[in-house]
């Protein structure tokens, strides 16, 4: 049986290490977003991956479109160095095997390290970087509150382990910032942080100074601005299946993804070089099947396993929350916190607009008590931001509407409590110490 066992085990290596054939074509057109191989039509589908022969290391493609005439794959290195009629072949799928000693790590979409530490060490199991969410019917419920420790969050859109939420902001308003604060809560056994498009020098920055202490529990996946479009839209996914795997573990996952957005305008891109009509503001209509795909793989696992609760940041064209993209992920997140550029004008951080935030879970957090408080409390400051015209303009005296001169009392002592820098430490008691400042107040 020893011996059986052995003679098994060299076959499959063999296998691994030495393909039986290979299946390849010529590249025919090179484009400044695509390249088109020639003879591989019959033989490959959508998705799969196309290696170049360039000299040097194997340039990867993605197949994005298949017709009689060839196929037109996108590349994934920001400069393609193929030829025509450079040899271009089929490639297995591509996926991921995460290990527990990944925490602490920094890596790119493509699962490479880049923070100098050496080789990941692969685990037991390989995940495909497209997995599909867990059933509907099979999925654990939303109940269990989560502290922030954030105020304004905890206070008013309060979040459950295993929500999604979406932080919607224009440039500039602390979108950042915020999600640094969130990446620190200390209800997490793991942090998967995507950074999408972001400034390379902000890297370094989040990791070492944002994620301070906490880096040992936090794995950083990294596409810059500068990187191809296909490593963009990619990150979300590698980031998306790591957190997977650390779920199905039994683990309460934070995944935080800044910006989703970018991952829109890099599948915009993708579908563009595809060839597929633009339909609103620029979007092909697979962006819009894609967004929900990736944001319903987010959440709580099946009965037994652990959650993924998603921060996915959103970078609102233009200060236009109804635009398409930010439309369609508010439809399918389960909150949204909206930062306003007014607010953070004042220089009251986080710029967290209260009115326009919501929790669809608060419900599952809030008991009979604080429910009634808060809804005071956004009753309050409703009234104070309605009047604020009127009362600029000298319409209103003092004593005529009682309700009205409690707001003013009260609305600017809130907004006070509800500042907080990044730098300070985390609300214990978001309640209790709004009630201790505005007595103190």
């Known amino acids: 049986m020893n011996a059986l066992r052995q003679i098994e085990w060299a076959l499959q290596e063999l296998q691994q290490s030495t393909p039986i054939a290979s299946t ?28 170049v022969t360039t000299g040097g290391r194997p340039q990867i493609g993605e197949v994005v479109r298949i017709d009689s005439d060839g196929i037109i794959a996108k590349p994934f290195d920001r400069q393609f160095a193929g030829g025509l009629g ?25 699962g490479v390290p880049l923070d100098g530490m050496g080789a990941l060490i692969p685990g037991s199991r390989a995940v495909s970087v497209e997995a599909e969410a867990p059933s509907a019917m099979k999925r654990a419920r939303v109940h269990k509150p989560l502290r922030t420790g954030v105020r304004v969050i905890d206070l008013f859109a309060p979040i459950c382990a295993g929500q999604r939420v979406g932080i919607f902001a224009g440039s500039g308003v602390g979108k950042s910032t915020l999600l640094a604060m969130l990446a620190r809560s200390t209800g997490f056994d793991t942090v998967v942080l995507a950074l999408v498009g972001e400034r390379g020098r902000e890297v370094r920055e989040f990791v ?38 650390f779920r199905d573990r039994g683990e309460s996952v934070l995944l935080v993804v800044d910006s989703i957005t970018r991952f829109a305008h890099a599948s915009r891109e993708v579908a563009l070089a595809a060839g597929e009509p633009a339909v609103a503001r620029g979007y092909a209509p697979t962006v819009f099947t894609d967004l929900p795909r990736l944001l319903e793989r987010a959440g709580p696992g099946e009965e037994g396993t652990g959650t993924i609760t998603g921060i996915f940041s959103v970078l609102v064209d233009g200060d236009d929350h109804n635009e398409p993209i930010a439309d369609t992920i508010r439809s399918t997140l389960d909150g949204h ?25 608060a419900h599952c957090v809030w008991d009979p008590e604080e429910r009634e408080l808060v809804s005071k409390l956004r009753s309050m400051i409703a009234k104070y ?22 707001a003013l009392d009260m609305v600017p002592k809130i907004y006070g409590a509800m500042r907080q820098d990044a730098s300070a430490s985390p609300s214990a008691d978001a309640f209790r110490e709004l009630r201790d400042m505005l007595k103190a107040g």
């Open 86 to 110: 450079s040899v271009a072949f089929r490639m297995p799928p591509l996926s991921l095997a995460p290990d527990a000693s990944w925490k602490g790590r920094v890596i790119n979409a493509l």
């Open 337 to 361: 916190i909206v930062l306003s550029r007014h607010i953070a004008d004042q220089a009251r951080y986080p710029a967290v607009d209260i009115l326009a935030s919501v929790s669809r879970l």
């Open 24 to 51: 390849s074509g010529a590249i025919s057109e090179i484009a400044p977003t695509h390249f088109r191989v020639s003879g591989l039509s019959r033989f490959v589908k959508l998705g799969e991956l196309i290696g």
């Open 385 to 406: 931001e309605d009047t604020l015209d009127l009362r600029l303009m000298g319409g209103y005296q003092s004593g005529r509407d009682s309700g009205l001169d409690h």
């Open 208 to 245: 070492e100074d944002v994620l301070g202490h906490g880096r040992d529990r936090a794995i950083t996946i990294v596409s810059t601005g500068d990187e191809s479009p296909m490593m963009r839209r990619l990150a979300p996914k590698t980031a998306m299946a790591i957190a997977e795997y």
